[in-house]
């Protein structure tokens, strides 16, 4: 099994809600990663979990907030965001080489 | 910091015709290197990677990459485009070591026209 799983594929919500992204993989990969992608720009990291411990933040806005319960998942929790954060959100795990990328969640924020 | 150019921002070729996009890293130190395609509206695929040995890596769909380690280039490569090759090109490296983070370049659009 070589597939990370994000859920929801897509989501809509309203700048006062409050919802999350979840990630999952079965790899038994100790480095997790959310990243960001605007239309037609490359990822841009987010955080990176290492042993489900957060290893870096890219001074990201407190209104996206990471947790990773396990080795094999990580949520993104959001709450508060602005219309401009409407992105693809990725995850992506890794075992000290390549990563594999899930299919992410396309965020809209209305 | 690590950081990756890409020589161009959109390409546009003929079927039939030859592809080479150019990437350039910065970093200091060894690092894995890689390429992934994006369709459009899809997610990131692998498209080939190199970590070490033979600098001419071959991946998926015809696609093969050198890597020239005096020029910190990689450069992406194919012999002959279809018109289903038109999609968004990631030039990427990473670090050795664990919890390293992958650093993306800008990014080359592919149009191929029929």
């Known amino acids: 099994d070589t597939e990370v799983t994000q859920t929801p594929k897509h989501l809509v919500m309203g700048m006062t809600n409050k919802k999350s992204l979840k990630c999952e993989q079965h790899?038994?990969?100790?480095?997790m990663y959310w990243y960001k992608q605007k239309a037609k720009k490359p990822p841009e990291l987010m955080f990176v979990y290492s042993y489900e411990k957060l290893s870096i933040n890219e001074s990201v806005p407190s209104r996206f907030s990471p947790e990773c319960p396990n080795s094999s998942l990580l949520n993104l929790h959001l709450h508060a965001l602005q219309p401009e954060d409407s992105a693809l959100y990725l995850c992506a795990s890794s075992q000290n080489r390549e990563a594999f990328f899930g299919q992410g969640t396309r965020l809209t924020v209305v | 910091a690590q950081s990756v150019s890409q020589h161009n921002h959109h390409v546009i070729l003929s079927e039939a015709a030859s592809l080479e996009l150019g990437c350039n890293y910065s970093y200091g130190g060894t690092v894995n290197l890689f390429w992934y395609v994006q369709y459009p509206g899809q997610h990131l695929q692998l498209l080939l990677k190199?970590?070490?040995?033979?600098?001419l890596v071959k991946g998926i769909k015809g696609f093969e990459a050198e890597f020239i380690k005096s020029k910190f280039s990689f450069n992406l490569r194919k012999p002959s485009v279809q018109w289903s090759d038109t999609a968004e090109y990631f030039c990427?490296?990473?670090?050795?070591?664990?919890?390293?983070?992958?650093?993306f370049g800008p990014g080359t659009r592919l149009s191929v026209l029929p």
């Open positions: 790899m038994g990969h100790r480095a």
């Open positions: 190199y970590f070490s040995g033979d600098p």
């Open positions: 990427a490296v990473r670090g050795i070591g664990y919890g390293q983070n992958f650093v």
